[in-house]
């Protein structure tokens, strides 16, 4: 009785023991099963289109694309590596490489991205991007697969220009009936100003782009001219007075009929066809007409009381200049050169 109760006791360990090797067995395999049945989620978002996969079981990141008939080309970026096991819930990333042509600063670059964001484009060329630099398209823009252009990079710099210019001075006439008509008295003397202006000048790729005005200011204001015109018009000659065209300094000189005074041929015709005559023939420029008269009151005190008449011309007669006819080279000598103040009569 001992025996077998002590039998039935070692029997009865044994059993226990199967029992539970048998319940881990099915427990295991209970737990494979679920393993191998329970439902697992990943997401795959492939350059922005968003897909999920449901699968059983153990898959490499490499399954899951193969079993999405998703291939991965030279250029593109996948976030997990191929052979990593997939997690449940887990999101894959991939970014589809593209050929990208970036221009700045006169090179062009060429390269494969699978950076969609301009900025993140530039960044990975390695170019540095300045305040103002233009960039087409935009720094927040993403290209897409199709994009054909090229990503351009305008330098944008900015620089101030002062520049002075001189202001030019205005004049002022004022008319003087205490001068004669023809005369003109300075009072004072004009100057220009200086006027400084600022510019804001832009440059795009170092060639100027635009000029804005930020500042302008005299420096120095201009000066204006006064000037006194004489109005009037009449001078008391032998006649009386006498309206007068103009008044103004001449040089006169003085001349005869001589081969000396007037070369070849006859001296005492004059180039109107009058015959020479002291004390009234003059020779003028062809600003003054035949048969002008003259007062010079320098001559008041001689026969003709200063009153000539132009009937000579002479090559050399020019400008403010008129020359007087004398009877004697003798007489011409004596005269000379003289600054003379003359009336031309109307
Ligand atoms: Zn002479």
């Known amino acids: ?83 990593n096991v997939l997690e449940n819930e887990q999101k894959i990333e991939i970014k589809r490489g593209m050929e990208v042509k970036v221009v700045a600063d006169g090179k062009e670059y060429v390269f494969v991205t699978a950076e969609k964001q301009v900025e993140d484009i530039i960044e990975k060329l390695g170019l540095r991007l300045e305040e103002l630099d233009l960039v087409y398209p935009a720094v927040d823009e993403k290209l897409d697969l199709n994009f054909d252009e090229e990503i351009r990079i305008t330098r944008v710099t900015e620089e101030l220009d002062t520049n002075k210019y001189p202001v030019k001075y ?71 007075q006498t309206r007068f065209r103009t008044a103004m300094y001449v040089t006169a000189t003085a001349y005869c009929s001589c081969e000396i005074c007037t070369g070849p041929g006859n001296g005492y015709v004059t180039a109107s066809g009058t015959r020479t005559t002291a004390n009234r023939t003059i020779a003028t420029s062809k600003s003054f007409a035949f048969g002008t008269e003259f007062y010079i009151p320098y001559f008041r005190n001689s026969s003709n009381r200063g009153i000539f008449v132009v009937e000579d011309r002479g090559g050399a007669i020019k400008g403010n200049r008129i020359d007087i006819y004398f009877n004697s080279h003798e007489e011409a000598l004596r005269f000379g050169r003289k600054t003379l103040k003359v009336y031309v009569l109307d």
């Open 170 to 240: 205005t004049q002022v006439t004022r008319s003087n009936s205490n001068m004669d008509k023809g005369e003109v008295k300075t009072i004072q003397k004009g100057s220009d100003g200086l006027r400084s202006v600022t510019e804001k000048v832009v440059y795009h790729d170092g060639v100027e782009y635009s000029r804005t005005v930020l500042e302008e200011k005299v420096e120095v204001e201009p000066k204006e001219e006064i000037k006194e015109v004489g109005t009037n018009v009449y001078i008391a000659t032998s006649r009386g």
């Open 1 to 83: 009785m001992n025996v077998n109760l002590k039998r039935l006791k070692e029997l009865g360990a044994i059993g226990r023991n199967l029992l539970i090797i048998s319940l881990l067995i099915v427990a295991m395999s209970a737990a494979f099963v679920i393993f191998q049945t329970t439902e697992k989620i990943v997401t795959i978002v492939d350059e922005g289109n968003t897909m999920e996969y449901t699968f059983r079981g153990e898959k490499t990141v490499g399954e899951a694309l193969l079993d999405n008939e998703i291939s991965l080309g030279e250029m593109d970026e996948i976030s997990v590596p191929l052979d």
